[in-house]
């Protein structure tokens, strides 16, 4: 069944206060809860009954104010209670199996430890309530359990009682003084181990912070509580945020459908993004834990102070947290390679949901399940809307608005409307049509015309923008799209803008409203040439037709770091294509020379190395696809191999020469330098012995041999195992799987580089693999390690042409939708994605999907599949 936005309704009932008893057992958990009811006031309707949400839910008693109730009935989703009073306390008794919930929703075990994910509606799998972000309630909770197995027992907000029961178990109360929706309520139980650290607010409040993990990994725990203290005091600094409780704590479980969840005062991490030490985690990791630290942190104001009033509204606090957190690491890190990052993923990624089968808008209309929609446009392209607000308004006036958001709804649960309607405030500006960003599905593309007229010495920029029609929306209107630009000049220098006889320096914001639209630049003695999207300041697709020369001047010379990474991104786009082209026409390939001079150009200047590294990635293989209403899939894979070893071959003493330049030879640190050294010698690397020479061979082996970190470790071992002949990397993943087999996060590792192999041997090893040891399909993480892993990152494989790896994905969907019905809808999205395939691939897809189709299905997969079945 379909929610429709249009239909909501407030609740007829409030809930001020919950006292929750949970009595902890594997198959048996007993769960009492006390509501403290009364009428909603905007319900005014006479008598309404009250509907409260359960799933897989066994009821025992039911009481209203003390006395036995029986007029209610059980529904589908729930329970349905009439004739109650307009105040009532609703006691519920019920029982539930957190050891038979392979859902990971509700209350459930990981690793013999109790854990809880609410999000989105996961509460109504551990009692009957109101799971519906506009309830917001005061929780007291008391967990009960066996004092041996569960000594240690958390919840949110502050600890208030404990003592010893009899039978050998004990109990905790915990108290949250701030109300909340039940979608922040956590859980835990069981035999974990603290770091502790302590953090001092700008008003001086001491708040102790605690990482709970499982013994063995207390040495893993430090890099997360100081990205928290990081992420605490920049929330300060830069929002004037401050923490609210006098403890913060942060649970690491290995089962976990998404990366974490910021439950008020106690966040649970999927341990994949929280623990991480040098040995065993790489540099890419280490980010990942600080930015999903800062993530969840923020959270605690964009998200839990003010928070969402119904799942439809999910961006306004994931798309202004993900900002946040971007903003954040741009603070801590190289803001142009950070920008870099996150626009390659919404590029391939989010740009590829957005031209397909689930397509929707920031704010959708309806769902079926809203699990599905915690989606990369929902996040990504949601944190770009903001962004561009912040850009239009400028960031103290962004900031303004954000105060006053923050402040006129605390406590409150709110629209998208009501965080814009604060930005349109504080800045005077209408903002009625940049609204369209949040309504609209799908990518806008923007038509660049150029025109320079001597005589007057002016340079007309037209700009045209059109949206393709997506699934439900045919007709798109125009939206407004900041474009941040510079004019440059013959030596790639910036020139000074006048417009309208307006002196604007040398970058500014245009705002394109309109379908098409010309601003003419003046006084200009020369053709300039534009760096358009600077900083990529709006998610659209740019058609602007540069030659060669132009490119390779942005790329060398644009003032803007992202712009030039975008330039050398184009001529290497160019250049696969030409190759794609050749055969197709049956011509021996030759790599255009302009990309080529590009790199010679590259491998001369190595004054950031960070930059560098990002600078000599070529575009993915998904990116590439992205460039094409027709794929072809094998083309592109070879088109770019080539490319890369020519590359390799042309360059290798330079990058030799690099590679031993930034092989540092010191131990293992931190420091921006050292991760900039690693990621441009690992980048080396991978150009070398993409030569397949025995030398480099070597090298890798020896970088294997001596690596004193994860990051040096990791990419010794994939360049070995990605080599065309399988035995150059038997004996490494031997040693690493003999080393690391103890450690569920490197085994992670271990299976994806085995999986992304481009060779045809890659889909026999995820056969095999799935009957190793350390995989089960019960794990999320493992599940992505190994099957999400090979159809996403090895586009050549899993589109086999004989589809046997659909047919892999699809028995693997089929397997997960009776376990974990969120993660078999996210593991089918590859095979959603057919409209651009050949028509050989396409009916193999289809033919997939439907047998998928044909299982009596979860609603997650359902939606997924019927909506790619139908397109
Ligand atoms: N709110 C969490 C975050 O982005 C995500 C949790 C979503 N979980 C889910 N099962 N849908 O930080
Ligand atoms: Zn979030």
């Known amino acids: 069944s379909t929610i429709h936005l249009k239909d909501y309704l407030p609740p007829a009932f409030l809930i001020d206060q919950v006292e929750l008893d949970v009595d902890l057992h594997l198959e048996n958990t007993r769960v009492v809860s006390r509501l403290h009811l009364r009428r909603n006031p905007q319900r005014p309707e006479p008598g309404l009954p009250l509907e409260l949400h359960g799933q897989e839910l066994t009821l025992h008693s039911i009481q209203v104010n003390g006395a036995p109730f029986s007029d209610y009935q059980l529904t589908e989703s729930g329970i349905t209670l009439h004739h109650l009073p307009d105040q009532a306390v609703l006691e519920t008794q019920v029982e539930i199996s957190p050891a038979q919930n392979t859902a990971l929703e509700g209350l459930y075990i990981s690793g013999g430890h109790f854990c809880t994910q609410c999000e989105a509606e996961g509460f109504r799998r551990i009692t009957y309530y109101l799971d519906r972000p506009d309830v917001l309630a005061r929780f007291r909770t008391r967990i009960s359990a066996d004092a041996a197995r569960y000594p240690v027992l958390l919840s949110n907000g502050n600890l208030i009682e404990q003592g010893q029961l009899e039978g050998g178990r004990h109990f905790v109360c915990w108290e949250d003084p701030f109300p909340k929706p039940a979608y922040l309520f956590a859980l835990v139980g069981g035999q974990l181990h603290a770091v502790k650290d302590q953090f001092t607010t700008l008003s001086g409040r001491k708040v102790a912070l605690e990482l709970w993990v499982e013994e063995e990994n207390l040495h893993k725990g430090q890099h997360a509580l100081t990205s928290l203290k990081k992420a605490m005091q920049w929330d300060e600094t830069v929002y004037g945020r401050e923490y609210d409780l006098d403890i913060y704590m942060i649970v690491a479980v290995n089962d976990f459908n998404m990366g974490a969840m910021e439950n008020k005062g106690l966040n649970i991490f999927n341990s994949a993004c929280v623990l991480a030490d040098p040995k065993s985690a790489t540099d890419r990791a280490f980010h990942r834990v600080e930015s999903v630290v800062a993530h969840e942190y923020f959270h605690n104001w964009s998200g839990n102070r003010v928070t969402c009033r119904d799942w439809f509204q999910l961006s306004l606090k994931e798309g202004f947290t993900v900002f946040r957190d971007q903003q954040f690491s741009a603070d801590q890190h190289s803001a142009a390679v950070e920008r870099i990052q996150n626009v390659a993923l919404l590029r391939t990624a989010q740009f590829a ?278 794929v072809d899939i094998d083309a592109i894979h070879i088109a770019r191999d080539y490319a890369r070893k020519m590359l390799a071959t042309r360059f290798y003493d330079a990058f030799l020469a690099l590679y031993q330049r930034f092989d540092l030879q010191a131990p293992w640190s931190a420091e921006p330098e050292q991760l900039a050294a690693r990621q441009l010698k690992n980048t080396c690397l991978a150009y070398l012995v993409a030569t397949e020479s025995e030398a480099a061979f070597t090298l890798a082996q020896q970088q294997f041999e001596q690596a004193d970190n994860m990051t040096d470790q990791l990419a010794a071992l994939t360049a070995l195992a990605h080599a065309e002949d399988p035995a150059q990397g038997q004996a490494a993943l031997r040693a690493f799987e003999q080393r690391w087999q103890q450690d569920a996060l490197v085994m992670d590792s271990w299976f994806s580089v085995q999986v992304t192999r481009p060779y045809a041997d890659a889909l026999d090893r995820l056969h095999q693999l799935k009957t190793h040891p350390a995989f089960s399909m019960k794990n999320p993480n493992k599940v992505r390690a190994l099957l999400g892993a090979f159809c996403q990152q090895n586009p050549s494989r899993f589109h086999r042409r004989d589809g046997a790896g659909y047919a892999a994905l699809a028995d693997a969907v089929i397997e997960l939708n009776q376990l974990n019905p969120q993660i078999a809808a996210r593991l089918v999205l590859p095979l959603t994605r057919h409209q651009r395939m050949d028509d050989h691939r396409k009916a193999q897809m289809k033919a997939e999907l439907q047998r998928i189709q044909d299982q009596p299905l979860s609603p997650d997969v359902y939606e997924v599949v019927s909506k790619a079945l139908a397109s």
């Not at 660049?448 to 007229?453: A, F, K, L, N, W």
């Not at 790639?492 to 245009?510: C, F, N, R, S, Y």
Request: proline share 7%; with cysteine.
């Open 353 to 630: 949901e957005d031209a397909g089968p689930t397509a929707h808008p920031v704010r959708p209309e309806s769902y079926i399940e809203i699990n599905n929609f915690y989606t990369l446009t929902i996040y990504e392209k949601g944190a770009e809307i903001v962004r561009m607000l912040a850009e239009l308004l400028g960031w103290p006036t962004f900031r303004r608005g954000s105060d006053l958001y923050f402040e006129r709804f605390d406590g409150q649960a709110v629209t998208i409307e009501d965080f814009v309607a604060c930005m349109a405030e504080v800045s005077g500006q209408d903002l009625s049509q940049f609204m369209r960003w949040y309504h609209q599905a799908g990518t806008p593309q923007l038509r660049v015309e150029r025109h320079y007229d001597p005589a007057a010495r002016t340079f007309t920029l037209t700009l045209h923008q059109q949206t393709p029609p997506t699934p439900g929306q045919s007709d798109k209107q125009p939206l407004l799209i900041p474009v941040k630009l510079g004019l440059l000049d013959a030596q790639g220098q910036d020139l000074p803008l006048i417009l309208k006889g307006e002196a604007l320096g040398d970058e500014t914001v245009i705002h394109l409203r309109e379908a098409s639209q010309s601003w003419v630049f003046e006084q200009l003695d020369a053709a300039p040439l534009p760096s358009l999207l600077r900083g990529f300041s709006a998610p659209v697709k740019l058609d602007y037709p540069r030659t060669d020369a132009e490119l390779a001047l942005q790329l060398t010379q644009d003032s803007d770091g992202f712009n030039r990474w975008e330039a050398g991104q184009k001529l290497a786009l160019n250049a696969i294509d030409a190759l794609i082209q050749q055969q197709q026409q049956g011509q021996d390939l030759q790599l255009h020379p302009s990309l080529v001079s590009a790199f010679a150009a590259l491998l001369q200047d190595h004054q950031d190395p960070m930059m560098l590294a990002e600078l000599l990635q070529l575009p993915s293989e998904a990116y590439i696809a992205e460039q094409y209403a027709c």
